[in-house]
């Protein structure tokens, strides 16, 4: 008699920690934010874009909350002590809800979010966000660093699906930090306009590369979910992950051409 081989189910999760659950929560919170705006930008319009646009409030909170969801459950397969673990991810949580609450409050006063020096009280906003987007990249820098000092835990596919969505996000990282370095060498030299105009080029390259660290593990789980084999499961993480970096490269060849 022919035996069928079934897959032993994989072990379960162990239940949310107090500062996981918190990040997770704050996340959902920034996600219902930025839908939010959305159906405000629906209703009073304006354009998308410009740096005065409904498009801020809307694209900043869904980015920031559904990141804040990804680290938060990415890194539960990087190997590094709960409590190092923990401080950065509230950290990490209370620098999110910072810069989505200070590009919101200028969206409703109608006035920049970023490089507006024009006033007191918008200077310190936009210092402050520049400040809160240095403390993003130590953060996500050290969750990077932890990932490759120790191979991350996880079914097939998802120690390289880990370790190449946190490299591909410090792409995010570095061309978040040029479009805010060159906006703010050209609002202090006398060229506002130029300066809001100045991050065209780099968004893409932004975009497409913050959420690798969502998209590559994402998919390794579900394939965890299927009857595929451990091999095959692993080249199909490995072919997305070429996919992602050649769509990286791309944006990045645009951006240069571009900048």
Known sequence: MRT?????PAPPKPPLRPAERLCCATGALLVLSGLLHLLVLVVDGGPWDGPVSWRK???FGLSFGLTLIAVTWVTSYVRMAAGPRAALLLVFAADCVV?????????????????DMETGFDTAVSMTLAVGGGVLVVVLTA???ASFRSRPSG????????????AILLVALASGAVMIARGVILTRTGHQEAAYHSTAPLKPLHGVSLHAVLVLPALAWLLSR???????????VLWAVGCYA?????TGVQAALTW
């Open 4 to 8: 069928t081989k079934t897959r032993p």
């Open 57 to 59: 409030p809307v694209t």
């Open 99 to 115: 810069e989505v609450g200070g590009i919101t409050l200028q969206a409703w006063r109608r006035v920049p979010s970023h490089l």
């Open 143 to 145: 969750f990077a660093v």
């Open 155 to 166: 079914p097939a596919g998802m120690p390289l699906a880990v370790r190449s969505g946190f």
């Open 226 to 236: 299927t009857d595929r084999s451990e091999p095959v499961r692993e080249r199909i």
């Open 246 to 250: 050649t769509a990286v490269v791309v």
